[in-house]
């Protein structure tokens, strides 16, 4: 991580964070810096106040900040290590605040470019992925959780998903095992 590439150092925070919260491109590329925790315990992303979640209404109000845990500081796909070292290498860019920026210009990654990185990343990765997304990923984490044994209730919660068919999305569509 330390010495990866602007780019590279982008493509692997934003997969490993994107698979560990199990949130969309559009979310991930409304968290912002203030407000963000790195502990060696987990991770705090807060979202820009002015960003409506794709379920976001009276009925369903915004949901809490991004969290998720960290697997430990040694391990080189934490993601919670990953995002701090990302943070101090992208202190100096003009980010306006935003996390996810343009490692050359420092541009905030709107959701479709963020969205392009993620299938990058998965395409580096494997490079015979076939029609790669940077959805996969988040329908990936979430059945990675219902397969690991986690309440479909607590899924759809953390997932603000309203239906329970979408947790099970990921295995119809071939992304897992």
């Known amino acids: 991580m330390n010495t990866a590439s602007p780019t590279n150092l982008l493509l692997k925070t934003i997969f ?3 698979l560990a919260s199990g949130n969309r491109a559009s979310e ?3 968290t912002i810096r203030e407000g963000l925790i790195i ?13 409506l979640f794709k379920n976001q209404n009276s009925q369903h109000p915004r949901p809490p900040d991004i969290t998720f845990p960290a697997l430990g ?13 990302y943070k101090a290498k992208t202190a100096s ?8 920026v ?8 709107p959701a479709g470019k963020l969205s392009y990185r993620l299938a990058k990343a998965i395409k580096t990765g494997d490079p015979t ?29 953390n997932g603000f998903w309203h239906s329970p068919n979408d947790i099970y999305l990921g295995r119809r569509q071939g992304l897992t095992t």
């Open 16 to 18: 490993l964070t994107a």
């Open 28 to 30: 991930l590329a409304a």
């Open 39 to 51: 502990s060696k315990d987990r991770a705090v992303l807060p979202t820009s106040p002015d960003f």
């Open 73 to 85: 500081r040694r391990h080189s796909l934490c993601p919670v290590n990953a995002l701090k070292i």
């Open 93 to 100: 860019l003009p980010h306006n605040g935003f996390l996810f």
């Open 102 to 109: 343009n490692p050359s210009s420092g541009k905030p990654l």
């Open 129 to 157: 992925a076939t029609d790669s997304a940077g959805h996969d990923i988040h329908k990936f984490g979430f059945s990675i959780a219902h397969f690991r044994g986690v309440q479909p209730s607590e899924i759809l919660q």
